[in-house]
């Protein structure tokens, strides 16, 4: 169940227009300027940008995947722990943080696509 951060990065990458930006505890991801996502490796958690609706019903059904980071600009952070959530899921939140960023041609450019599983060779 948990993704690993090189995973939580391939989906970032699958994305347009992603600009990273190193600081000393975590990795910022902007679109155009915009932030959408955070890294921190210590604690191998990121912060996505949702709704306000969506933030309230993620931490609500899964308070030990998912938490509260801020509200702004009338959209509402979350922390994912990697460690606890699917790697299909998060594709799917990262997206939705970039769509709610991106401009609206970029987002017609590049609908979603699910995250196809990694085989694990043995």
Known sequence: MAVH???FHRIVDGLTDVERSEASKWTSFSVH???FG???PRTQTVGLK???SEQLALVAERPDVFEEQF???GFGWVVVYLD???AD???ELVYEAWRLTAPDELVEALPFKPVKK???KR
Do not use: C, M, P
Request: proline share 0%; glycine share 8%; charged share 40%.
């Open 5 to 7: 951060s090189d995973e």
């Open 33 to 35: 300027g915009k932030k």
């Open 118 to 120: 990694r085989s694990r």
């Open 84 to 86: 606890r959530i699917e």
């Open 89 to 91: 899921e998060l594709s």
């Open 38 to 40: 955070y890294f921190w």
């Open 50 to 52: 949702q709704t306000v």
């Open 71 to 73: 509200t702004s600009g």
